[in-house]
């Protein structure tokens, strides 16, 4: 609880919270359980919305079938979208217990628990290879390439399907084996007073944890070692989707800058995902005794400068093609950002760059518990613009086999089955993201308990500050 | 002759070190007594002895295999099916590359989660000697050892102010 009020500071009461660690067990797992009325009508609405993904998905396929990959943009769009939030959010529970930030604690486990969108991604994964065209030209007409561009060149067997699948799949794996990890000491507790199929699953995950010194010091090593191997494959797996599902099938559009684009697209829309759950959490959960101010002062300016990266990326990726003149160059560039898809970029840069720049660039809203997660409102709504530009523009872009882009295409606009789909499936991660926050605890239980060992209050001087120990 | 589990529970940390430091005194190996805890303590901070793991060695492994994987496929394909692509060597590093470093971090990976289930000699579906208690804050201190120096180490555990002196027996009924 927050416990320093009557001396002069400069940050809010609740800039730091202090759980005791002695019911902090109890109470959050105990949360798991609870029936939550706005919880079952959250689950109620976005079941409801995955039901609807799934007649748009079948619709889809009944329609226009997996010949041909055009009609699936919206699809591989809203697949893009939930892929860079879910697939990058692990690595900010990753990257901060790198760094040791005492502010991450209440974070991590809501960042791991994306790691059950794994499955999610996996299964929306398989339609998108069914429309991937082949890599030979089954049909060479005119001056057509016979092998399509990719990063593939000409083998080796298997490309690009299975290792686009490995990948994915090898990824949603290393994400679960990251939570599982993390979370195998709240599970090992909670075991003991749960009851029926909790207790036999709790069981099966925690298996022999007793909480041991070398228990500790194994999932300390491991935790560090599974997360520096989801850095190097996650940007691996972003650099195929990227390559792959967007610059191989625009004719001609060859760019270094496209791949890195993606990857800070997806930290600055993870990021500003995970402080919307935590805002959530803080807000309506019932979390304020856990959640203080300072993991969304702390983020926020790692949120703005993922925001300043995006535009250097952008103008990076813009002003090479503008003074390049090439046709295609021109060509592309019309079609991404200024004329088919020009008003899609316009609510993209607006959403991801200018509003949240100026939101998080003023001290006063920043420094706010509600600063951060309402510049990520802005960036989500972004994100999913810049995904539709680029994933529906790319399976848009006329025949995969020509040299380059000729003429600039006209857009496509979403049909109902689009936006079934599109809202579908995002009602979908929410909806298992939901059913996950009931069998994990959505916080870090463990990592809450080892925080409150660590920092007390203490004066100084005129003021009353926390104190924290550093033990490493 | 097995050993058998003692478990001390105490509710202050520094009662725990205490009893780490009584049991080492009165010729228990460092090697026979744990500390149990709800969160990871800083290192050294019972005086318990400095844990060895062979993590490391598990990702090295895995690493080794997947990249030998990749090479040979890579290779052996191509050697297999000779095409000539934009006027590039048959053998050519690029695009070999890239199915090495998936080869090399899937087989990092595997081996990892293999070794992490292994030095922790996890999963198992039976608990042994625990109580519920570790998990609101308590201290356990598991302590193995003879049958005959039972009474003696449950001595030494309530006299370092443990709330607490479990026995195989009770934890039977506890898991």
């Not at chain 1, 882009?405 to 049909?415: F, G, S």
């Not at chain 2, 725990?16 to 190996?29: E, M, N, V």
């Amino acid at each position: 609880m927050a416990e320093h009020a009557h001396h002069h500071q400069p940050y809010p009461d609740d800039m730091w919270v202090f759980p005791r660690r002695e019911t902090a067990a109890q109470d959050l797992v105990s949360r798991t359980i609870a029936p939550i009325s706005r919880y079952r009508i959250a689950l109620i609405i976005t079941g409801v919305l995955l039901a609807l993904g799934v007649v748009g998905f079948i619709a889809r396929a009944a329609t226009d079938g997996f010949d041909d990959h055009a009609p699936w943009g919206y699809y591989m769009a809203v697949f893009s979208f939930l892929f860079m939030i879910t697939g990058a959010a692990p690595l900010v529970a990753v990257g901060f217990r790198f760094t040791k930030s005492h502010w991450r604690r209440p974070l991590s486990r809501i960042s791991e628990l994306f790691a059950v969108l794994g499955v999610l991604n996996v299964l929306m994964f398989i339609p998108l290879l069914m429309v991937l065209p082949p890599l030979k030209n089954p049909e060479v007409v005119g001056h057509q390439l016979e092998i399509r561009r990719s990063i593939w060149f000409g083998g080796p067997i298997g490309s690009p399907y299975w290792w686009d699948m490995l990948g994915v799949v090898g990824l949603a794996v290393l994400g679960m084996a990251i939570l599982w990890l993390s979370a195998m000491p709240d599970l090992a507790g909670a075991k003991l007073t749960a009851t029926g199929f909790r207790r036999k699953l709790y069981g099966l995950l925690a298996g022999r944890w007793y909480g041991s010194k070398r228990q500790w010091n194994i999932q300390k090593a491991g935790l560090a070692m599974l997360g520096a191997f989801y850095f190097m494959f996650l940007l691996f797996v972003q650099f195929i989707v990227a390559s792959e599902f967007g610059m191989a099938l625009v004719p001609g559009w060859k760019d270094s800058i496209f791949p890195p684009l993606y990857t800070i697209v997806s930290f600055q829309s993870s990021l500003a995902t995970i402080l919307l759950v935590l805002f959530i959490l803080r807000k309506w959960g019932g979390y304020e005794q856990y959640i203080g101010v300072s993991p969304f002062w702390s983020a926020s300016k790692i949120l703005f400068a993922l925001t300043m990266l995006w535009t250097y990326h952008l103008w990076a990726f813009f002003i090479t093609f503008w003074y390049g003149r090439l046709q295609v160059e021109q060509n592309i560039l019309k079609y991404f950002l200024f004329e088919s898809y020009g008003w899609v970029f316009f609510v993209n840069v607006v959403f991801s760059f200018f509003t949240p720049f100026f939101i998080l660039l003023w001290n006063p809203v920043r420094k706010k518990a509600w600063g951060a997660p309402l510049a990520a409102c802005f960036i989500l709504v972004g994100t999913l613009a810049f995904n539709i530009r680029i994933f529906v523009g790319a399976f848009n872009a006329g025949h995969t086999f020509d040299h380059f882009l000729e003429t600039v295409p006209p857009p496509a606009w979403p049909d109902l089955w689009d936006i079934f789909m599109v809202g579908g499936f995002i009602g979908g991660a929410v909806f298992i993201y939901l059913l996950a926050a009931r069998v994990f605890p959505i916080l870090s239980v463990w990592e809450i308990k080892e925080g409150a060992l660590y920092q007390k209050m203490e004066n100084f001087m005129h003021g009353r500050y926390m104190v924290l120990a550093k033990p490493e | 002759m097995p050993k058998l589990p003692v478990l001390g529970l105490f509710q202050d940390a520094n009662n725990a070190a205490d009893a780490g430091d009584a049991l080492r005194q009165a010729g228990i190996s460092d090697k026979d007594y744990d500390f149990l805890t709800d969160a990871p303590y800083p290192e050294g901070a019972f005086g318990e002895r400095v844990e060895h793991h062979r993590l490391y060695i598990f990702p090295f492994i895995g690493a080794v295999l997947g990249l030998t994987s990749g090479v040979l496929l890579t290779s052996m394909t191509q050697m297999a099916y000779p095409l000539v692509q934009g006027g590039k060597p048959i053998l050519s590093l690029p695009p070999m590359a890239i199915i090495c470093y998936e080869g090399t971090m899937l087989g990092a990976i595997l081996f990892t989660i293999l070794g992490i289930m292994f030095e922790s000699r996890l999963p198992s579906p039976k608990l042994g000697l625990y109580d519920t208690r570790i998990t609101d804050g308590y201290i356990g201190v598991l302590v193995q050892c003879d049958e005959a120096q039972l009474g003696r180490v449950s001595g030494i555990l309530t006299q370092a102010g443990a709330v607490d002196v479990k026995r195989q027996a009770a934890a039977a009924a506890t898991a």
